[in-house]
Nanobody, 126 residues
Framework: QVQLVESGGGLVQAGGSLRLSCAAS????????MGWFRQAPGKERQFVAA????????YYSDSVKGRFTISRDNAKNTVYLQMNSLKPEDTAVYYCARNPEAYPGAWVMAERYDYWGQGTQVTVSS
């Protein structure tokens, strides 16, 4: 059973930064792409960013491109999301998830992920 545990959320003012972490259990972390999604109250879960097994080929939604950076450390079984220039509309619960597929077309779809973390709240005040 794979466990994904997010951390690093919190309350920040607009323009500020946060770094989310997602620690994964198991020995196969390096063989899976990883992604971040977010869900605001009353809205559908939204793709944020994803990264390939090796850490190359980061992929971002248009709404965060240029502000957020996804990275991973396979030695630590951890994926990160550095969030800069935060805006109130970034307020949401952020989830990390594991994707067994190797191409970006599959990374933007929540149904293509097989394990999810419990989420961490990010609140950006104006």
């Amino acid at each position: 059973q794979v466990q994904l545990v997010e951390s690093g959320g919190g309350l920040v003012q607009a323009g500020g930064s946060l770094r989310l972490s997602c620690a994964a259990s198991g020995r196969t972390f390096r063989t899976y792409a990883m992604g971040w999604f977010r869900q605001a109250p009353g809205k559908e879960r939204q793709f944020v960013a994803a990264i390939s097994q090796s850490g190359g080929s980061p992929y971002y939604s248009d709404s965060v491109k240029g502000r957020f950076t996804i990275s991973r450390d396979n030695a630590k079984n951890t994926v990160y999301l550095q969030m800069n220039s935060l805006k109130p509309e970034d307020t949401a619960v952020y989830y990390c998830a594991r994707n067994p597929e190797a191409y970006p077309g599959a990374w933007v779809m929540a149904e293509r992920y097989d394990y999810w973390g419990q989420g961490t709240q990010v609140t950006v005040s104006s």
